[in-house]
């Protein structure tokens, strides 16, 4: 069964930086695009960055500059590094992965659109 979990929210003071970490679990053997979301109370989640398994990204134009998404493929796992953060930043993000390749039993096995739990970002002085 394959699982996406979140790390590294928290507090952080304005200006301050942040690094999310995402771990896809199970018996994985490919993932197209990684993701990370983000839901602000009383907003719509909107697309903060992804990447694909080649490397290429994508931001939304609020955090460009400010965050880094970035992947270890060997690892199975996403990072979001956010620097300059802000106190509109401030929302759950939830790690996305699209076209997830895994085993089961002997059978190759291909799920789509999968997602982690989410962990709080709070940016407040």
């Known amino acids: 069964q394959v699982q996406l979990v979140e790390s590294g929210g928290g507090l952080v003071q304005p200006g301050g930086s942040l690094r999310l970490s995402c771990a896809a679990s199970?018996?994985?053997?490919?993932?197209?695009?990684m993701g990370w979301y983000r839901q602000a109370p009383g907003l719509q989640r909107e697309l903060v960055a992804d990447?694909?398994?080649?490397?290429?990204?994508n931001y939304v134009d609020s955090v460009k500059g400010r965050f880094t998404i970035s992947r270890d493929n060997a690892k199975n796992t996403v990072y979001l590094q956010m620097n300059s953060l802000k106190s509109e930043d401030t929302a759950v993000y939830h790690c996305?992965?699209?076209?997830?390749?895994?085993?089961?039993?002997?059978?190759?096995?291909?799920?789509?659109?999968?997602w982690g739990k989410g962990t709080l970002v709070t940016v407040s002085s």
């Open positions: 996305n992965a699209d076209e997830i390749g895994y085993y089961s039993g002997n059978l190759r096995l291909y799920g789509m659109d999968y």
């Open positions: 199970g018996s994985i053997f490919s993932i197209n695009r």
């Open positions: 990447i694909t398994s080649r490397g290429r990204t």
